[in-house]
């Protein structure tokens, strides 16, 4: 009773899966040490931050949008929640987690209003604020950086502290895919945006809020930028103007080889997770099998491509297969 | 042209920069800055021509930065090979065709969407570079062409003369051939222009080539500019192409742009950063302002056809 | 029960409505006439929420109300089925059906089964096996319209609105939806029915209301109606015969085709039309009409089979080829086939004449004009976007277009579907005298009267494949429709 979309979907996401078995079995092989808790751990750290990220784009790619301005939301972030940390170190951690959260919100707001409300198209708009933000980051900042030691040890615990040998961030990247997962599958507004992004028009004439949906996709992803951030800052302890330069379009490439279409309309967030974690996964695995740590790009570049042809030849399997089961009782 | 078009609007802005700079910033209105400025902008200028053809055809080249890096690795190692200088600079044009040919490829043949494609070949084509060349510098570069790409004829860069005799043809071939219409056209709706006979997979694929070969060219301007070939050149410089197209005018989804919107683009965000360096302003400050006029450049037309479309009373 | 009084809606400089009323009762079936242009779909969208009247009032049950937006609409009780399906391709049919208002249990989850079950209740009251888990994606047009259908049903709407629903089905699924209306109607439900074929209004409606240039003309029952009234109540005057097609001596074959086959949509097709000629190419939607001429004229392949034109064999997959040897197509699906909306009249018509140098704008700009004046079309500027223009004044340069290039083969598919009734007549004498001039044309139409009309002679399909060729004097009704069914004549 599973219907063909659902099919071709577990079919993406199986495929990723296949990928990351091939390449933590191939690596394991070469090198014993890659799959050690040590090795496996430094992995989800590394996708935890990429794999948060993503699961925001994914909410706007889906409404056939994108959001390229998620590096400058981290950056802004991260930093801001630094120099709180750093010059008021009186304010509680939970409160600054929750002012980066709010703070990429409000980034957020300002794209989902730029896009759902002014309808400036996604790409030009975020690429808009991708400047911007990171302008004020830089206003902001003057050139100052923040170390690890201007920040209260127990914020930096967060970063790297393990939870029942998980470590939080993946845990708190985990939790977020579960929870938007849940909420795309199951709740009429998650429907609503796959609705958006496969057909801005019927969308509106099918009574569905449109703007709100588009600009409250916007401002999950911002404010799941927000949390990245302060991750980030948590994570590595350094911060200045320029955290998380050029990260966007690594998010971008995680969910595309996650299978979410850019055009809208489909792909889940498991899939866009998966992707991150393949991504980080192949970083582990070509300095594990110390492979010129240069050539992780190409490979990346590569590994996009080979993602977005094999959704086209899903397309044209499905397509098919359609062709031959217009009716229900046809075989 | 009608006033009401935001073309018009950015030479305006572009005239009211530049004298607000002239009078307000010392050190901005003089031949030597001048000539700084515009060859600054060199490599911006040449691959928007091409940027500006594609996403009038309603699609986009999102590699082109990392093509002209591959083509500096690609230099970088030729040359320590100990090959002759006039040898590789055609094979630089040859690379990044080859480059842009991949990318028309993917998108014509497999009819993939070309911000996927693009976004996986910038990677690709940017690590490909690493590979080639490692983090070295190849900066021994033959003295008579590092010299050729900062000469000025008075005071006009002779890169900018290169530059301008490219824009007018580009503006040519956009806007008064059959091609350029042929272009418009199937931006603005691929479907009804193959009904009419017009070849949309050709046109889109060399378009895609010249966008490659364009940014070998700017490959070329770069190193010797900088006199230095390393495998990170020219890293982000494609989101300042496409912001400069956007912010000319050219519609993001096709069909719609004009190349002399695209050059006063260019210009005014060239004079902008210009003059926040020379008035002390944080060089970063150039973000925000380029951001908000991106943002400014949909938002103004969009607000007027809202305001326009208040119902007669 | 729902009622428009005095309701004004202009976009612009243009008044779409002018002080239109109209009631709705329940019980009842009201047709709402007009040509194009007339302010229909406006009508139907204000009814929809879509758009808001600047002035005049929306009464419920006699109480005003304002739609904000389709969600209040449909609110209401109003459910419409538009003219061009509004689905979302990538969805399943069952989430389309009930997007925007799904079961829920408990969490506010979407309840999956009690949606799925509905639907398939829902496609066996309509009498159609879809399967409810595949997406929309590729769905025939037909198909997609009993979605629609579906839909609207699933609304337990009190006014259902249907705007031009059968343009795309053939007669049984067009009988199977006037079922369904019937017995809505007879519910209590009622009926805004929008519709250029006057046979449905006068088989489905009580009464009709027309509309003239965004004005009311008239409230009518239609029984004591002719159809000639109505077109007149239309149009504003007389209309001359409706299908003036010359007698022609048929001259030379201009387009052999032979045994043409592309695997799965058509198989096996061979006619020829001569010079002079008008052929008609009819059929159930479906039957593969529009596939052969797309695979004549070169927008999709062939895999078996040729085409010559004049004489000379034609290179498959290549419209600029087919163009070279002399073909010309105007396309069933003009908004989206046969025009750049963006761009102005003058480069539409320009845009099959195309060359790679330099233009000369004067020639453009004389090439447009001989053309919008010979085919009458009404238009301000010709610089002015061709959105501006009716659909009638589009078809019309979708046919400049291709006529400019003086082609020796005409294939023209659908060439009046959706525009009114005094431009219909205006293009069915444009292909009369152009035949006449010695063109040869291909005509596609799934309306009997114009095949009837036009045509020399009328090829039928049936399921891919073609199953007769009756010359002008044997054309009856019958026996097309027998053809076309796979019924022996």
């Known amino acids: ?79 801001g929640g630094a120099l709180i940390l750093a010059d008021h170190p009186g304010v509680p951690i939970p409160v600054v987690v929750a002012g980066c959260v709010l703070l990429g919100a409000a980034c957020g707001a300002v794209n989902g209003l730029l896009v759902g409300v002014a309808k400036v198209p996604a790409l030009v708009a975020t690429l808009g604020t991708l400047y911007a933000f990171r302008g004020v980051d830089y206003a902001w900042a003057g050139g100052r950086q923040v170390n690890a030691a201007d920040m209260p040890e127990g914020f930096l615990r967060l ?173 | 042209m009608r006033v009401d078009r935001w073309e018009t609007l950015v030479v305006a802005l572009l005239a009211a920069v530049t004298v607000a700079a002239s009078l307000g910033v010392d050190g901005f209105a003089n031949g030597s800055n001048v000539g700084f400025l515009l060859l600054d902008v060199t490599e911006i200028a040449l691959m928007a021509l091409t940027m500006t053809l594609v996403i009038v055809a309603a699609e986009i080249d999102l590699s ?150 364009m940014a070998g060219l700017a490959s070329l301007v770069f190193t010797f500019r900088y006199a230095s070939a390393r495998a990170d050149n020219g890293v982000g410089l494609e989101l300042a192409v496409v912001a400069a197209v956007l912010l000319g005018g050219v519609s993001i989804f096709g069909g719609r742009g004009t190349l002399p919107g695209v050059v006063a683009a260019v210009l005014l965000l060239a004079v902008v950063r210009n003059a926040l360096i020379l008035a002390d302003v944080a060089n970063e400050v150039l973000n925000f302002v380029t951001g908000l006029l991106l943002v400014a450049s949909v938002l103004a037309p969009n607000l007027k056809v809202r305001l326009e479309r208040k119902p007669v009373q | 029960m729902l009622a428009l009084r005095e309701v004004s809606k202009s976009f612009g400089a243009v008044r779409a409505l002018r002080g239109v009323s109209l009631d709705l009762t329940p019980g009842e079936a009201h047709a709402l006439a007009g040509e194009n242009g007339a302010g229909k779909s406006t009508l139907v969208k204000i009814l929809s929420g879509v758009h808001r009247p600047d002035e005049g009032t929306l009464l419920l049950d006699g109480e005003p109300v304002e739609f904000h937006g389709p969600a209040d609409a449909q609110a209401a009780g109003v459910a419409v089925i538009y003219q061009e399906p509004t689905l979302f391709p990538d969805l399943s ?155 022609t001596a ?49 927008v999709d392949r062939r895999d078996a089979g040729s085409v010559h034109v004049g004489g000379r064999p034609l290179r498959p997959g290549s419209p600029t080829a087919a163009m070279a040897a002399g073909l010309a197509l105007v396309p069933e699906d003009r908004r989206q086939q046969g025009l750049v909306m963006d761009l102005s009249i003058e480069r539409n018509i320009g845009l099959t004449g195309l060359k790679w140098g330099l233009l000369s704008r004067a020639a453009e700009r004389a090439r447009a004009t001989d053309w919008a004046i010979r085919l009458q079309v009404k238009y301000a500027n010709l610089t002015d976007a061709v959105t501006v223009l009716s659909g009638g004044n589009q078809q019309k340069v979708v046919l400049a277009k291709w006529l400019a290039r003086r082609p020796r083969v005409l294939i023209v598919d659908e060439p009046t579907r959706g525009i009114d009734v005094g431009t219909k007549a205006e293009v069915h004498r444009l292909l009369s005298e152009l035949a006449a001039e010695g063109l040869a044309v291909l005509m596609i139409s799934s309306e009997l009267p114009e095949v009837l009309g036009m045509a020399d002679r009328v090829l039928v399909m049936h399921e891919g494949r073609l199953v007769a060729d009756v010359p002008r004097a044997e054309a009856t009704e019958e026996r097309i429709v027998a053809a076309a069914t796979g019924r022996p004549a």
């Open chain 1, 159 to 331: 970063g790297s502290a393990d939870v029942l040998g998980v470590p939080l961030p993946a845990l708190v990247a985990l939790t977020v895919v579960l929870a938007v997962g849940w909420v795309l599958r199951n709740l009429p507004q998650g429907r609503e945006l796959y609705a958006i992004g496969s057909s801005p028009d019927a969308a509106v004439l099918a009574g569905i809020a449109v703007k709100r949906r588009v600009v409250s996709a916007f401002v999950v992803s911002g404010a799941l930028a927000g949390l990245a951030g302060v991750i980030w800052a948590a994570r590595f302890g350094t911060v200045d103007a320029t955290v998380a330069t050029g990260k966007e379009l690594d998010v971008i490439a995680a969910v595309v080889v996650g299978g979410v279409a850019i055009f809208g309309g489909s792909g889940t967030v498991y899939g866009a997770a998966l992707g991150a974690l393949l991504l980080s996964g192949i970083t582990s695995a070509l300095a594990v099998l110390r492979v010129d740590a240069l050539a992780q790009t190409a490979v990346n570049g590569a590994l996009i491509l080979a993602a977005i042809m094999l959704d086209r030849l899903l397309a044209l399997r499905m397509a098919r297969a359609l062709r031959k089961r217009r009716y229900r009782d046809a075989r």
């Open chain 1, 1 to 79: 009773m599973t219907g063909l979309v659902d099919r071709v979907g577990r079919v993406r996401e199986l495929g990723i899966v296949v990928a990351l078995a091939a390449l933590f079995g191939v690596t394991g092989v070469v090198n014993p040490a890659f799959l050690s808790p040590a090795s496996i751990r430094d992995i989800l750290l590394n996708s935890a931050i990429i794999a948060t990220l993503a699961v925001g784009q994914t909410l706007v790619v889906v409404t056939r949008n994108v959001d390229l301005s998620v590096s400058s939301v981290v950056g802004i972030s991260a930093f």
């Open chain 3, 250 to 298: 048929p001259g030379e074959v201009a387009l052999k085709v032979d045994r043409l086959t592309r695997e799965g949509v058509f198989t096996d097709v061979s006619f020829e039309v001569r010079s002079g000629e008008i052929v008609a190419l009819a059929g159930l939607v479906g039957a593969g009409r529009s596939e052969v001429a797309r695979a004549v004229f070169g």
């Open chain 2, 64 to 213: 082109v930065a990392s093509t002209l890096g591959l083509c500096c690795a690609v230099l970088g190692r030729l040359w320590t090979a100990g090959l002759p200088i006039e040898t590789i600079m055609p094979i630089c044009l040859v690379v990044g065709a080859l480059a842009g040919a991949l990318n028309g490829l993917l998108v014509t043949r497999l009819g993939l969407p070309s911000l996927a494609v693009t976004i996986g070949t910038f990677a690709l084509y940017r690590g490909l570079a690493y590979v080639i060349l490692g983090d070295q510098a190849v900066a021994d570069l033959p003295p008579a062409y590092t010299s050729l790409a900062t000469q000025s004829v008075g005071p006009i860069p002779l890169m900018t003369l290169l530059v301008a005799a490219l824009a007018v043809a580009a503006g040519i071939l956009l806007h008064a051939t059959g091609l350029g219409r042929a272009i418009t056209a199937l931006g603005a709706n691929e479907e009804a222009a193959y009904f009419a006979g017009i070849r949309v997979k050709r046109i889109k694929f060399w378009l895609f080539v010249a966008s490659g070969a």
């Open chain 3, 93 to 247: 049919v069952t989430e389309n059906i009930f997007m925007g208002r799904q079961p829920r249990r408990s969490l506010g989850r979407v309840d999956r089964r009690a949606m799925r079950a509905r639907a398939l209740d829902l496609f066996a009251r309509l009498g159609v096996p879809l399967d409810p888990d595949r997406p929309a994606r590729g769905l025939s047009i037909a198909d997609q319209q009993l979605v629609e259908i579906a839909k609207a049903l699933s609304r337990d709407a009190r006014v259902l609105v249907m705007d031009e629903p059968t343009a795309a089905l053939s007669g049984p699924e067009v009988e199977r939806l006037f079922g369904v209306a019937r017995s809505l109607r007879d519910q209590g439900c009622a009926v805004l029915f929008v519709s250029h074929r006057l046979d449905e209004m006068f088989a489905l409606c009580r009464r009709v209301t027309t509309l003239r240039d965004g004005a009311l003309v008239a409230t009518d029952v239609l029984a004591d109606l002719t159809p000639d009234d109505l077109v007149r109540r239309m149009v504003g005057r007389d209309l001359a015969a409706l299908f003036p097609k010359q007698d």
